[in-house]
């Protein structure tokens, strides 16, 4: 990796992205109401260059947007004319700036997902559409865990340039074809890393993960064997008990991809689209079929969903754990449910 | 990128009814599919569309030509009342065929042992189909349908003619006037039969709660697990396993079903009712 390392300075890094913008769509981390939020770059001031921690709601709403339309028909004189969204307005050129190395690892599970039977073209186009170029963190937040999830604090893969914080400069790690491009077309803004900045920065990766082992959250690569032996235990009707089917960790998830599909029609009946909409597998409706039957009555049968599918079943099927580590699920809770207490009773560990 | 979303169109080329509330469409893709036409194997399913309605999914109930499938469908949803008002030539959308249907190839030589409870005889129809045009692979071949009452027996002129290649059996929960034969849920009529469960597949096709008990026969009855299939009704709304809503045990129906092997579904970590146990 270091053959490939770089650094610029924080008003190199500003002027790149103002270059940026003139070009690509780009996607970074703003404040809006007194949070990070990922939104598309007008004024290249509003960029938050750092910020702490992560944004509330991960960068799939822009590649699996909570609401979209997958095509629009209209009803003529007994035929129908379908009009599909995607060609008729195909993904523009993307930046995504600002990402961490947990949401990165998310998109690679999105990817991933989206075509290992069939290819969902919209989801992939856009991924094919865009440029990542990640953030590391500057702190770990008191729910990440991205350390036992593999994911971070540096990223596994999955991105095109990944920008390392260090005093007023930026150490930049080059993952793609892509990312080397943007190095060589803006010569001028890059020197080369030295030993002493790579070695700054496994210096503040340490850090990263030092902060993180004090939750004593069990390596999730470790749980595969004992979840599947734990499917009756006790223990899933204790957060029975305390959820709410709220369904808010499946929508702060960076890898939660269910969705319903249904059709919304015109008053007219003539005209309609077919509309997909992220769903939550804490939902009653989740598995109900037209006869009536629901197949996840028991609200803990609706937990372990969940849970077994990002440590259990997506090993089985995409050859990767879908956990990312970001700790979303745990900030959003609203009765506290801690994914890593979970792992912890799983595994028989205590909290340090 | 192909879009897998976008649905073909396809016209109702006739329809009747089977009960009051169920009715087999025949359906006939208009789009150009080459020389291959429709090709799809018993226990697939479509993904069919009404237009201003939405999309649900559906087991292939029989094969008319290269370029027409047949569908039995219950009236019970939106998707299906709104079909239920359309007439022969209208437009519909199919996607399709999808998942992993009967294991066909394995019953070449062997015993073949359905059973059927209400709409789920819809899927193996269109094996029994297949069976009759090539009689000879198969060996016995025995059908045991239950349904809820005379009235809701699928498929009562056909029967008729299955007889003639296969044995059939026929069990009704509630009888009426004219009913003459068996009353009772569908395992009361393995007390009919004799079979060698060594040498036959069982196939079954039913609301979960009576492949919870065919399930728990079978195995009494000492069938292997890899001798006994099912196929499970789940929410297969998207039919590329993207939108999740049909897993099982994280297993993806639409992929890999709805015709699951008996082992397979023994070795699920999500425990569901049709395993029986």
Redesign the interface.
């Known amino acids: 990796m270091n053959r490939d390392t770089y650094k610029i300075d924080r008003e190199g890094l500003r002027t790149l992205i103002g270059y940026m913008i003139r070009e690509y769509r780009v996607i970074g981390p703003v404040m809006r109401g007194g949070s990070v939020s990922f939104e598309r770059i007008g004024d290249p001031s509003a960029l938050l260059l750092n910020y702490r921690g992560k944004a509330l709601l991960p960068v799939k709403k822009f590649f699996l947007p909570p609401r979209e339309v997958?095509?629009e028909?209209e009803?003529l004189n007994?035929?129908?004319k379908?009009k599909?969204r995607?060609?008729a307005s195909p993904p523009e050129k993307t930046i995504l700036f600002g990402v961490r190395a947990c949401d990165i690892a998310g998109l690679e599970i999105m990817k991933k997902?989206?075509s290992?039977?069939?290819?969902?073209?919209?989801v992939?186009?856009r991924l094919e559409n865009t440029i990542v170029i990640g953030v590391m963190c500057d702190a770990a937040l008191p729910t990440c865990f991205c350390y036992q999830a593999d994911t971070g604090p540096l990223p596994r893969g999955g991105f095109d340039m990944f920008l390392v914080p260090l005093d007023d400069y930026y150490l930049v790690d080059v993952g793609s074809r892509k990312g080397m491009e943007i190095v060589l077309g803006n010569k001028d803004l890059f020197s080369r890393a030295s030993p002493g900045d790579i070695a700054l920065r496994d210096s503040k990766v340490r850090e990263l993960i030092e902060a993180m082992k004090k939750s004593n959250t069990p390596r999730l690569s470790t749980l595969y064997d004992t979840l599947?032996k734990s499917?009756e235990s006790d223990l899933w009707s204790d957060y029975a008990e305390n959820c709410l089917s709220c369904g808010k960790c499946n929508f702060a998830c960076p890898t939660c991809?269910?969705?319903?599909?249904?059709?919304e029609?015109d008053l007219s009946?003539?005209r309609?689209a077919?509309v997909?909409e992220w769903?939550s597998?804490h939902f009653l409706s989740?598995?109900?079929?037209?006869?009536g039957?629901i197949?996840r009555k028991d609200r803990s049968?609706r937990i372990?969903?969940r849970i077994?599918?990002k440590l259990?079943?997506?090993v089985?099927?995409i050859g990767i754990i879908s956990c990312v580590g970001c700790g979303r699920c745990i900030e959003v809770c609203p009765t506290s449910i801690d994914l890593r207490e979970v792992m912890r009773r799983i595994m028989g560990v205590r909290a340090l | 990128?192909?879009?897998?979303?976008?649905?073909e169109?396809a016209m109702i080329e006739d329809f009747r009814d089977e009960t009051p509330d169920t009715r087999t469409f025949r359906i006939r893709i208009l789009s150009q599919r080459g020389s291959k036409g429709f090709q799809f194997s018993p226990g697939q399913f479509i993904e069919l569309t009404v237009?201003?309605?939405?999309?649900?999914p559906f087991s292939i109930s029989g094969k008319v030509d290269d370029c027409s499938l047949e569908i039995t469908v219950?009236r019970?949803?939106t998707v299906?009342r709104a079909l239920f008002k359309k007439k022969v030539?209208?437009?519909v959308?199919i996607r399709g065929p999808f998942g992993r249907g009967w294991p066909v190839e394995k019953l070449h030589g062997k015993d073949t042992l359905i059973i059927a409870g209400g709409l789920g005889l819809a899927p193996l129809r269109s094996l029994i189909q297949h069976i009759m045009e090539n009689r000879k692979s198969f060996g016995r071949v025995i059908l045991l349908y239950g349904a809820r009452t005379p009235m809701d027996l699928l498929y009562k002129e056909e029967i008729k003619e299955w007889r003639g290649f296969i044995e059939v059996h026929l069990t009704v929960d509630r009888g009426d006037e004219s009913w003459r034969g068996r009353v009772g849920v569908v395992t009361v009529l393995f007390d009919e039969i004799s079979v060698d469960p060594q040498n036959t597949i069982a196939l079954q096709c039913g609301?979960?709660i009576m492949m919870h008990f065919v399930s728990k026969k079978l195995k009494q009855l000492g069938f292997p697990d890899e001798n006994i299939y099912l196929s499970l009704?789940?929410?297969m709304?998207?039919g590329?396993?993207?939108?999740?809503?049909c897993?099982?045990?994280?297993?993806?129906v639409c992929?890999y079903g709805p015709v699951f092997c008996y082992s397979e579904i023994r070795g699920f970590?999500?425990?569901?009712p049709e395993a029986g146990v």
């Open positions: 997958l095509f028909y009803i007994g035929d129908v379908i599909d995607l060609s997902t989206f290992r039977h069939f290819e969902d073209p919209y992939l186009s599947i499917y991809y269910c969705f319903d599909v249904h059709d029609v009946l003539k309609g077919r997909r769903d597998c989740f598995t109900r079929v037209a006869s039957e197949f049968s372990k969903q077994y599918h259990v079943y997506s089985n099927d | 990128m192909k879009n897998p979303y976008i649905p169109k237009f201003g309605y939405g999309e649900a219950r019970i949803g299906t030539g209208d437009i959308g609301p979960p009704e789940r929410l709304k998207c590329m396993g993207f939108c999740g809503k897993t099982v045990s994280g297993t993806y992929l970590v999500e425990k569901i």
